[in-house]
């Protein structure tokens, strides 16, 4: 029997790894005082569009009604929908920000890669802080130590070096388009043809040019000093000279690399980016962010920054955890007498198999089936 | 000479690019002639670059880039805008030049306009024979018009004689197929030439090799080394 393409079933192994590593996660995120929340499956298509060129990546469907429902393809939508209108409404002075966390499945319905995996993530909402900022990266950076990673970088730079720069240089719709794509894509050599062609202040082309490549350290803010005429790129700078200080404090700095060059398909990003990577896989492992105007779209604005982590990832490295043989396997020639010593050793905290057919015992006994075998007399 | 840190994996064009590609690396001063040497022999260890090169087929490279299993590839530019992949794209690599261009048979060449072009409106809603459906997809629907590409894997001059296709879109480098099958350029879509692709991964754990290596590549391209 075939499953759907992109979709792959887990045995034992693989889940019990999985489950472990989202379980060791999640106490984490607790210790940092994220509370766990469960948003649904089906959102409506509006709840989880904030970005057209997502919306191929959709599996949608039509309800009764003839409204449109999507499985969710990511949380942070569905989370800033949730504190909008559930969190936030109530709040009450002082209990900003929420910290909150979540790991579930979500469904994507791009080319390549799996399309539903295990997501694994925090938000915090409500602290507009670059101190909030660090606290998410230093969080991501913790978790992946506590994954069992320790050949990781993680990326950090600011949408703002782009998106506010070209918003002060009123740059043009198509060309700023144009760019943004070149820079996602890390297409260097369309984007230096296209700036080349282009009408821009010779500072800014500089810049723009240099995006994919100002990659480094604390060099690299150091080097952005000389584009600080723009009033944008002076913020942005700003608040990454700020987050990755603290990042220092938070003793992850040296798992972090200033990268300029970051910039994603999601559009809600508004500040810091981040992302993380692991040697052998070719795709990035985390991504997160700062999205103060998401919020705003369901109701009450807040701001906001948070990650998500792709827990699948570390599936595709052959992660597999073996099963715990069974303590004790009970067979005899009672059923009642056998359930009955099976019950009372289960009471006692026992892993206990119970022999529901004929029993090969010299079989079980060479395979090394389990720790005891267990013969119960019938009188 | 260039020797990786982190030891870098580049996956090579087989075929007729494989020699431009060759030749480039060793004016770069990365010795690996011996990659033309036996063809049936896939990868190729370089100790004293610290880089393993891969020999693939020039439309798998973006996959083996994008699932970061070599961290460089050398692949046209047509072939990164038809698979649409997830790489950087940082240099480019001036060999292996060609064409992409909409071509009819001569006998139905559509009228031209006043600059000596074609007129191109009555294409709409027209079939096009393609290995390259999105870029002829791209092509015509940025001119608002909406045609039906038909995917073939080779030969596609044959499509418009036996009535498959009113017109074809294809690449060209001197333009001599399309004479010999009588069809003529109406239309060019874009220019393509090699470049130097990397896995998005490979380009942040291996920035540094990644740039020394890009820079000298620039260089030898610009014709500075």
């Keep these: 029997m075939r499953i759907a393409e992109g979709l792959r079933d887990l045995l034992p192994e693989e889940l019990a790894f999985l489950e472990e590593k989202e379980r060791s996660a999640l106490s984490l995120f607790q210790a940092w005082s994220y509370r766990k929340v469960l948003t649904t499956g089906l959102e409506y298509g509006e709840c989880v569009e904030p970005e057209m060129t997502r919306k191929g990546d959709l599996y949608k469907f039509f309800d009764r009604e003839g409204q449109v429902l999507a499985l969710r393809p990511e949380f942070t939508t569905p989370i800033a929908r949730l504190v909008s209108s559930r969190l936030l409404p109530r709040a009450l002075d002082g209990s900003m920000p929420f910290r909150l966390c979540y790991s579930g499945d979500v469904y994507r319905y791009g080319s390549g890669r799996y399309r539903e995996f295990r997501q694994i993530g925090v938000e915090l909402i409500g602290a507009a802080a670059e101190l909030a900022d660090a606290e998410v990266i230093a969080l991501s950076i913790e978790m992946l130590l506590c994954l069992g990673l320790r050949d990781f970088r993680v990326s950090l730079g600011h949408i703002g070096v782009f998106a506010d720069l070209a918003d002060e240089l009123v740059l043009e719709e198509a060309l700023r388009k144009k760019l943004e794509v070149g820079l996602a894509r890390k297409d260097v050599v369309g984007m230096n043809s296209l700036l080349a062609s282009c009408v821009l202040p010779e500072k800014a082309k500089e810049l723009v040019g240099l995006l994919p490549s100002l990659t480094g350290g604390a060099e690299v803010l150091e080097r952005l000093r000389a584009f600080e005429c723009f009033e944008s790129v002076r913020r942005a700078a700003a608040s990454l000279r700020a987050v990755y200080g603290f990042l220092e404090a938070f003793g992850v700095q040296e798992h972090v690399s200033i990268d300029l060059g970051i910039l994603r398909g999601f559009a809600y990003y508004s500040g810091t980016i981040f992302e993380g990577y692991i040697p052998d896989v070719g795709f990035p492992i985390l991504e997160g962010g700062r999205y103060d105007g998401l919020l705003e779209g369901f109701g009450q604005s807040a701001p906001a920054t948070g990650f998500a982590c792709n827990l699948e990832t570390l599936l595709a490295l052959g992660g597999q955890k073996p099963m715990p043989k069974p303590d004790a396997f009970v067979y005899g020639d009672s059923p009642e007498k056998v359930i009955r010593r099976c019950q009372s050793l289960r009471r006692a905290g026992k892993q206990v198999e119970m022999a529901v057919g004929p029993v090969d015992a010299s079989s079980l006994l060479a395979a090394d089936y389990c720790h005891d075998f267990e013969f119960v007399e019938p009188s | ?225």
């Design chain 2, 1 to 225: 000479m260039f020797v990786a840190k982190k030891s870098l994996s580049l996956a090579l064009p087989k075929g007729k690019l494989l020699v431009d590609s060759v030749e480039l690396l060793e004016r770069a001063g990365i010795a690996c002639r011996e990659v033309l040497a036996d063809e049936r022999q896939l990868t190729f260890e370089l100790p004293g670059h610290q880089m393993r090169i891969i020999v693939c087929r020039p439309t798998d490279i973006p996959t083996f880039v994008e699932y970061g299993a070599a961290d460089l590839g050398f692949v046209g530019k047509d072939t990164i805008v038809e698979q649409a992949m997830d790489v950087a794209e940082l240099v480019d690599l001036k060999f292996g030049y060609c064409r992409f261009v909409v071509a009819m048979p001569e006998e139905t060449l559509p009228p031209r306009l006043q600059d000596g072009s074609f007129e191109l409106r009555d294409l709409d809603r027209k079939r096009v024979a393609t290995k390259f459906p999105r870029v002829a997809e791209q092509f015509f629907s940025a001119q608002g018009m909406q045609v039906t590409p038909i995917k073939l894997h080779g030969n596609i001059e044959l499509a418009p004689k036996v009535g498959l296709a009113e017109m074809i879109v294809d690449i060209v480098s001197t333009g001599k197929t399309l004479k010999v099958n009588r069809l003529a350029e109406v239309a060019q879509i874009f220019e393509a030439t090699s470049r130097l692709i990397a896995n998005r991964v490979s380009y942040r754990l291996k920035h540094e090799d990644i740039q020394i290596l890009a820079g000298l590549l620039r260089d030898v391209v610009a014709g500075e080394r």
